[in-house]
């Protein structure tokens, strides 16, 4: 007898197979969408949570006086912004991320909604994890990148705000103080290889690969450097001057108040004491700023700063809820998905 009948191989058979096979598909689609499926999850939440602290009907109705004209140009701006911030990223990895532009489209608005739901900015670790599952980029390179972009969104934010006091003022010496802190980032450029040779002196030896990593995250030369610049600028003036325009629109503020509550709702976000979503901590921070760039105190403006305050965080909540929306369609999957 021979020994294969002795000692049969076990066999599944069929349904063995066809119940494992759709599985194995199933996890493997769902790895290759995972961040699609993350996304209209993080939507699906948002769009819950405005529900719930606000309720959308009270959303729409207080746009309804200042008018929907208003409000979609201000959405459209804002949404121009997303886009503008994609492409610095696109310029910053044109390797990795070329012929994507959609993808990365998509990846941004993911991060852009994890830093406004996460507290106290931890959604920004996502950045360096998405570019590396999407695009294969390192994670030192993606974080040292970060870095260096989130230094030139705090630059261009305050400079933004600045322009406000210069116009509040008016006078010469106000326009000069801003032109020169507006210049600061390209003379720290130009005089980068002596501040990272100076780092290295002083610095402990194993600091050496992260100064190293510090440096890798830097534009490549002047061209690459002018264009992430540029576009920061472009692109934090536009928010900025959105947000202040809505500000003034609603509440009735200057142009010195509209900066500062812009400013101050910009900045709150980044500070530790920042709230899931900006609930409290956003409307707070516009209101501290518009008073600390000279906004009126008393009672009744207080109260119609504070409406003011809230509609502009439920447009820029809502923003990001749409933009992400939006990415959906613009992303084309890769080759083999």
Same mark, same amino acid.
């Given at each position: 007898?021979?020994?294969? $009948?002795?000692?049969?191989?076990?066999?599944?058979?069929?349904? &063995?197979?066809? %119940?494992?096979?759709?599985?194995?598909?199933?996890?493997?689609?769902?790895?290759?969408?995972? #961040?699609?499926?993350?996304?209209?999850?993080?939507?699906?939440?948002?769009?819950?949570?405005?529900? +719930?602290?606000?309720?959308?009907?009270?959303?729409?109705?207080?746009?309804?006086?200042?008018?929907?004209?208003?409000?979609?140009?201000?959405?459209?701006?804002?949404?121009?912004?997303?886009?503008?911030?994609?492409?610095?990223?696109?310029? &910053?990895?044109? %390797? $990795?991320?070329?012929?994507?532009?959609?993808?990365?489209?998509?990846?941004?608005?993911?991060? !852009?909604?994890? !830093?406004? #739901?996460?507290?106290?900015?931890?959604?920004?670790?996502?950045?360096?994890?998405? #570019?590396?599952? $999407?695009?294969?980029?390192?994670?030192?390179?993606?974080?040292?990148?970060?870095?260096?972009?989130?230094?030139?969104?705090?630059?261009?934010?305050?400079?933004?705000?600045?322009?406000?006091?210069?116009?509040?003022?008016? %006078?010469?010496?106000? +326009?000069?103080?801003?032109?020169?802190?507006?210049?600061?980032?390209?003379?720290?450029?130009?005089?980068?290889?002596?501040?990272?040779?100076?780092?290295? %002196?002083v610095l402990p030896v194993k600091a050496g690969k992260l100064l190293d990593e510090v440096e890798a995250g830097l534009p490549f030369d002047a061209g690459a450097f002018a264009r992430a610049w540029g576009a920061t600028l472009v692109n934090w003036f536009t928010k900025i001057a959105v947000l202040a325009w809505v500000l003034g629109l609603l509440g009735g503020l200057s142009i010195a108040p509209s900066f500062g509550g812009a400013l101050g709702g910009e900045l709150s976000s980044v500070l530790p004491v920042h709230a899931p979503a900006g609930v409290g901590t956003y409307p707070a921070g516009i209101t501290a700023g518009a008073l600390a760039f000279g906004g009126d105190a008393g009672r009744q403006a207080l109260e119609e700063l504070g409406q003011a305050a809230v509609n502009t965080h439920l447009l820029v909540i809502v923003s990001s809820l749409v933009g992400t929306a939006l990415s959906l369609f613009a992303a084309r999957p890769k080759k083999g998905e």
């Open positions: 007898m021979p020994s294969s $009948e002795l000692h049969p191989k076990p066999s599944y058979g069929a349904p &063995y197979y066809m %119940k494992n096979y759709p599985v194995a598909s199933r996890r493997a689609w769902i790895i290759r969408h995972a #961040m699609t499926l993350g996304t209209v999850a993080i939507i699906a939440v948002y769009a819950a949570f405005i529900q +719930w602290v606000w309720g959308w009907q009270s959303v729409v109705s207080l746009w309804s006086g200042a008018g929907w004209t208003s409000a979609l140009v201000a959405l459209a701006l804002l949404l121009g912004t997303y886009v503008l911030r994609t492409w610095r990223i696109y310029d &910053y990895f044109p %390797k $990795e991320t070329g012929g994507h532009f959609g993808t990365l489209l998509r990846l941004v608005q993911v991060h !852009n909604l994890l !830093n406004v #739901m996460l507290p106290f900015r931890t959604g920004e670790a996502s950045f360096p994890l998405l #570019m590396r599952r $999407e695009f294969d980029v390192p994670l030192a390179r993606g974080t040292s990148a970060l870095l260096v972009m989130r230094l030139f969104d705090l630059h261009a934010l305050l400079a933004a705000a600045g322009t406000g006091l210069a116009l509040q003022t008016g %006078k010469v010496w106000a +326009w000069a103080l801003w032109l020169l802190f507006l210049l600061l980032p390209a003379l720290a450029f130009a005089l980068r290889g002596h501040a990272f040779r100076l780092f290295a %002196k």
